[in-house]
């Protein structure tokens, strides 16, 4: 019997006022899995996210977790449900220190692994060394790495994150590439949203491609490497 993905979303369309960003998306994300959702600024890529975690309601169409309807549920409702969300532009706290960032997110949910402060610190060994200094005086990459921390204290069923790589030298993203594939095999669920396609090709087990606020193309990472038309027509990379 097939299982049923962790998250299905299924024909929907978020507005912005009168400006209609997503045209009917569906998608879907079996657990233990890594999505990547593709695409040129603009096409709708973040306010994807924002309908996933609450903060866009879609006018139509319908978003199931774990077989549950939650189109239309706050966004607290979701993160007690196991959503968690690693933004865009990382948005920690930077006057608390690495420790109080974690603690600020922390909750005990009912999972195999559980995520915790010196699990964190495992994870990401050099935010154990600098877990008094305030979040602030960190660089961008160790920012990202406790973005990401957070997110994991919070101990969700689904990670999504919104272009994680943005801003990152190409040695943090290495890095960056090594831990969520390390998160994959210890079975976490990660929906990113991306531009950097080496970094999708390397780290998601299936693609979606967005333009113009739709589905336009779905494949695994293997099919669009060798596929340089559809990355020159949607993503502007390959050949030309």
Not at 28 to 34: F, H, K, P, Q
Not at 73 to 90: D, I, K, S, T
Request: one cysteine or more; proline letters at 4%.
């Amino acid at each position: 019997m097939k299982k049923m993905p962790i998250l299905a979303v299924d024909e929907i369309h978020t507005y912005y006022g009168q400006s209609h960003i997503l045209q009917g998306v569906t998608l879907s994300l079996n657990e233990g899995a890594i999505v990547a959702v593709l695409g040129r600024n603009g096409v709708g890529k973040t306010t994807l996210i924002r309908s996933l975690i609450g903060f866009s309601i879609p006018r139509e169409g319908r978003i199931y977790f774990r077989g549950e309807e939650m189109t239309r549920l706050e966004p607290f409702r979701r993160v007690e449900a196991g959503l968690a969300l690693v933004p865009q532009g990382r948005r920690i706290f930077g006057s608390l220190t690495v420790e109080e960032n974690l603690l600020s997110s922390a909750r005990r949910r009912k999972k195999e692994r559980l995520w915790d402060q010196n699990g964190v610190f495992e994870l990401f060994p050099q935010l154990g060394e600098r877990r008094k200094v305030r979040a602030s005086s960190l660089s961008g990459g160790e920012q990202q790495m406790l973005a990401i921390g957070r997110a994991l204290v919070s101990n969700p069923d689904l990670l999504l994150l919104d272009e994680p790589t943005e801003g990152l030298s190409p040695a943090v993203i290495r890095e960056l590439i090594k831990i969520l594939s390390g998160l994959s095999k210890g079975k976490e669920s990660i929906l990113l949203v991306e531009q950097n396609l080496q970094f999708a090709l390397k780290v998601a087990n299936y693609l979606f491609i967005l333009s113009r606020g739709k589905v336009v193309y779905e494949c695994m990472p293997r099919e669009l490497s060798q596929r340089p038309e559809i990355q020159l027509a949607y993503l502007g990379v390959g050949e030309g």
